[in-house]
């Protein structure tokens, strides 16, 4: 990949207008590929296959660097509903592992192609460093999917709104709001990013209005290019004609 690759796909919930540009181009997602195991685990606890107050000990094998905090704890002990809003609101690669485990790769890919992602999947658990005996990334997907994945989490059935509830817990807004308002009130943003070198992702709901999904990917050393178009895309997602701004 020598240039950047920016794909971007929204739809407007009230309208049903919907926008794409590269929707169907299979991108590397860094953690937003971590959606697809939070809507299974919110599926399988409204469905009574997992309890949100099931404790998981954490085995060596789950810990992992980067992002989170459980690295840092001495708890080996949580609930799955602690494992999965620890891997919404800090993306925690530790509490993702741990949740991977405990449900499955195979389990997690299944669900989502129940839901439409034939083309969107994990390849592996979350892994720093990862090496070349493991798959290239952690999960690959397209923007067009994912917006489908927003939308259905805008929903009203269980799942969706306890899926929504721990997105809306998200600390990282450096991406498609960081330009824009953000009201930390109300629900205005449920969401979650992806970041890895050469990988900037975002994707979920503005406002309650707008769904969306941009992923952006190119070379080594592309970080701050990757971040600038994502953030511009946001600008455009939060246009005065759709009420956002």
């Avoid at 997992?50 to 992002?67: H, K, Q, R, T």
């Avoid at 498609?176 to 953000?182: I, K, M, T």
Wanted: hydrophobic residues 45%; aromatic residues 2%.
């Amino acid at each position: 990949m020598n240039a950047i690759t920016l794909a971007m796909a929204t739809r407007d919930l009230l309208t049903g207008e919907a926008h794409g540009v590269n929707e169907d181009v299979e991108l590397p997602l860094a953690s937003v590929g971590k959606l697809l195991l939070l809507a299974e685990v919110a599926m399988s606890i409204e469905g009574g296959i997992l309890g949100a107050d099931e404790p998981v000990e954490l085995l060596d094998d789950d810990y992992c660097a980067g992002s989170g905090l459980l690295t840092s704890l001495a708890n080996r002990a949580w609930t799955v509903g602690d494992l999965a809003l620890l891997t919404a609101a800090i993306s925690d690669n530790t509490a993702t592992n741990a949740l991977l485990r405990r449900v499955g790769v195979e389990r997690v890919n299944a669900a989502a192609a129940a839901l439409g992602l034939s083309r969107t999947r994990l390849l592996d658990r979350v892994r720093e460093p990862r090496g070349p005996e493991h798959p290239p990334t952690f999960a690959i997907g397209t923007a067009a999917e994912l917006v489908s994945l927003a939308v259905l989490v805008s929903g009203e059935e269980g799942w969706q709104v306890l899926m929504r509830g721990w997105m809306r817990q998200n600390t990282d807004h450096s991406l498609v709001p960081a330009l824009v308002r953000h009201d930390p009130e109300g629900g205005w943003l449920a969401n979650k990013t992806g970041t890895d070198d050469g990988v900037r992702t975002d994707v979920g709901i503005m406002s309650g209005r707008v769904a969306y999904a941009v992923l952006a990917c190119g070379p080594p050393g592309s970080d701050h290019e990757l971040a600038t178009a994502v953030r511009q895309a946001g600008l455009a997602l939060a246009s005065p004609e759709r009420g956002l701004q």
